[in-house]
């Protein structure tokens, strides 16, 4: 399905190559495909769609650049569309004045906020702080156990209540240890609920409430589908969250549940969690995201390199003291998607596209040439 | 309220928005009718292809020009994907389930309930916790056996899957017990290396019961968008999935990639999950999630 439609893409770029105008139907035609791109990578149905409307003002108000193919450029504009979106808002986890830090993770069931609770609570012990790890899952058979064990790994100590019956005042208890025994964060991991469970959400605000802590993650899996946007809406609305955890970003989910929850909530992803070890947490880079989201990978890299071909040749066209109107340019450009006359449609498949599966494509954004320091417009 | 009164309270408003929903469009123009119906379905996540799949047959279907005979054909064509009920083959016994599925979907908890629902229907089930990796797994597993009444097979954490399920299967043929449950630990299906641990299991399973029925239930979590199809995909190429369960269905979520995975793979839905509860698990109902699936 996937590769179906990146290929009607490629066909919808290549046959608006070499034209040097966006038209309102060449930006209509390749929007097309990129919302049933997105769609296919469980972007929610109104994102998708408020996403496109706005990238089709931008294209059709904006002067158009005679760098690329028109297809080309419109690909290229949602793709910085989606970076901006994702990595507009900063993303560091913030401490307070006065320790501890509180932090609540929050989540639907089996989003994976104990294994993240174990890796954040590795990684900011590596970090040189002190985390203690909270146990308010009650419910759950067994949940205490799996912190416990994972405490353990991650070499954290693990705060429960044996028989306890009220995960709000277990909660309160930590923060209080926490203070008396010089731990300078707290890493409460609470139980997984739906978020129209009212009564077990009206459990979570009362948590809130009485710990008061400084930032309330949402851990969301990276394999949610439409439904993300109401979920974080609901937790949000409910508890305000300051900003995701991503997990199972080592599978091979699109994770487009990831833009549509940061564009109803605005708030930032922090961390993403890849696989079991307590050491997968990492950083989060809009760029891969985007580029794992939007799946298009092969056409991407033909614009980054079509993009660095036309800064080397402004460079030349610039050391030979010679500026020639940018419609010159486009002729003049080696540009890899432009079939020339003889060039039949395999003009991009046997090309150098890389051809690769899911993982290939998933990646290919990391390893590829990226434009020369100060050459590009990134 | 419990969570069946919730269900069937949430089926009854699910009814009325349907009407509510498409049925207030459903003498608009073909149109818009089709737009309308194209964001339910794409909203209960059922995928782009399947939807337009849909949708083409709909528009296919002479008798569906009648716009008030619409709705019922477009039930008739979702039932008809989603195929007639297909129960639990557990005949003759002793019989096996392999419980399979990605890191968090619910598979421990789905057991728990199974074992139940079998026990309830007069068969005696033991369970093997061949989920030897996760933290607390084991303990969780055990809990579920105490809570139904069932007997467990148990090793140390950190032990061969394969060896639990051995030993399992040896417990069930000497003790004379009907259904053998198999938990395994969650795994993305794109690990090549567990997924040979996994084949590895069924392959002990199957040479250890031999002419035994053996059910490998995948079990999707209706919060999962399209991915499912590649879970799905993988688990049945690795060791035959022979049906789904839909777990966490008493979310927001409609688990309309059930509808793609069965057209992809001709995969039946044998059970739902809608809760945390013993009774929480309920034989598949076309009907219901059909209507379900249509509401806004």
């Known amino acids: 399905m996937f590769e179906s439609l990146q290929g009607r893409l490629q066909q919808i770029v290549q046959r608006l190559a070499g034209r040097g105008v966006l038209s309102e139907v060449d930006v209509d035609a390749a929007l097309r495909e990129v919302r049933l791109a997105l769609l296919e990578a469980d972007v929610n149905f109104k994102v998708a769609k408020a996403f496109v409307d706005r990238v089709r003002a931008a294209a059709v108000g904006q002067q158009v650049l005679t760098h690329l193919a028109p297809g080309q450029q419109v690909v290229k504009l949602v793709y910085e569309e989606l970076v901006r979106l994702l990595g507009e808002t900063t993303h560091a986890l913030r401490f307070a004045d006065q320790p501890p830090t509180v ?25 040189g702080r002190r985390p203690l790890l909270v146990a308010t899952d009650l419910r759950r058979p067994a949940a205490i156990v799996q912190l416990q064990v994972v405490g353990q790994q991650a070499g954290v ?39 129209i469970d009212d009564e077990l959400m009206a459990e979570l605000v009362t948590m809130r409430e009485a710990t008061s802590p400084h930032q309330v993650l949402l851990v969301l899996d990276a394999m949610t589908g439409q439904e993300g946007v109401n979920i974080a809406q609901r937790f949000d609305e409910l508890l305000r969250i300051d900003g995701l955890i991503v997990t199972k970003l080592d599978g091979d989910a699109r994770g487009g549940a990831v833009l549509s929850v940061v564009e109803v909530t605005g708030r930032p992803v922090l961390f993403v969690g890849v696989g079991e070890k307590l ?86 954004w990391d390893g590829r040439t990226r434009p020369a320091p100060g050459g590009g417009d990134h | 309220m419990n969570w069946l009164d919730r269900l069937r309270e949430s089926l009854a408003r699910t009814r009325a928005q349907l009407t509510a929903r498409l049925g207030e ?31 083409r047959q709909l528009s296919d279907r002479r008798d569906a020009r009648d716009p008030a005979a619409r709705l019922a054909v477009l039930r008739e064509i979702l039932l008809d994907i989603l195929g007639a009920p297909a129960p639990l083959r557990l005949d003759p016994p002793p019989a096996a389930v392999l419980m399979l599925g990605v890191n968090g979907a619910g598979k421990t908890t789905t057991i728990g309930k199974l074992a139940h629902h079998l026990k309830t229907s007069g068969r005696t089930v033991l369970l093997a916790a061949a989920d030897t990796f996760r933290a607390g797994a084991i303990d969780q597993l055990a809990i579920w056996a105490q809570r139904a ?46 997924m040979e641990e996994l084949k590895k299991i069924n392959r002990v399973l199957t040479r250890e019961l031999p002419g ?71 034989p598949f109902d076309p009907p219901q999630f059909v209507d379900a699936l249509l509401t806004a």
Do not use: W
């Open chain 1, 279 to 364: 050491d997968g947490l990492e950083p989060f880079h809009p760029d891969r995201m985007a580029s794992r989201i939007l799946g298009m990978g092969d056409v991407l890299t033909l614009i980054e390199k079509a993009q660095g071909a036309v800064d080397a040749q402004t460079a030349a066209d610039l050391d030979g003291a010679e500026t020639a109107a940018g419609g010159v340019h486009l002729r003049r450009l080696p540009c890899p998607t432009a079939p020339g006359p003889d060039d039949g449609p395999a003009g991009i498949a046997s090309g150098d596209a890389p051809r690769g599966g899911a993982a290939e494509r998933r990646d290919g």
């Open chain 2, 149 to 194: 009444e069932c007997e467990l097979v148990r090793h140390a954490p950190g032990a061969d899957p394969a060896a639990v399920v051995y030993d399992a299967a040896q417990a069930v043929k000497a003790r004379g017990i009907d259904v053998l449950i198999a938990d395994t630990a969650g795994r993305l299906h794109t690990k090549t290396n567990l």
């Open chain 2, 212 to 282: 035994s029925p053996v059910e490998r239930l995948l079990v999707l979590d209706a919060t999962t968008g399209q991915n499912a199809i590649a879970q799905a995909r993988v688990f049945t190429e690795a060791v035959g999935v022979t049906g789904i369960v839909l777990a966490k269905l008493d979310g927001s979520a409609k688990g309309g990639v059930v509808l793609a995975v069965r057209t992809a793979l001709g995969l039946p839905v044998k059970f739902v999950g809608l809760g945390e509860g013993l009774d929480d698990l309920q």
């Open chain 1, 157 to 195: 100590l693990v705060f429960s209540v044996p028989e306890a019956a009220d995960p709000v005042a277990v909660a309160t208890a930590a923060v209080g240890e926490a203070t008396r025994t010089g731990h300078d964060v707290v890493i409460i991991d609470s139980a997984g609920r739906q978020q």
């Open chain 2, 25 to 55: 469009i459903v003498g608009a123009p073909p149109a818009e009718f089709f737009q309308q119906l194209e964001a339910a379905l794409i909203e209960g996540d059922v995928g782009v292809a399947t939807t337009q799949h849909i949708l």
């Open chain 1, 103 to 127: 932090i609540l993770l929050v989540g639907l069931h089996g989003a994976g906020k104990t294994t993240t609770a174990g890796k954040l609570a590795m990684r900011l012990r590596n970090g």
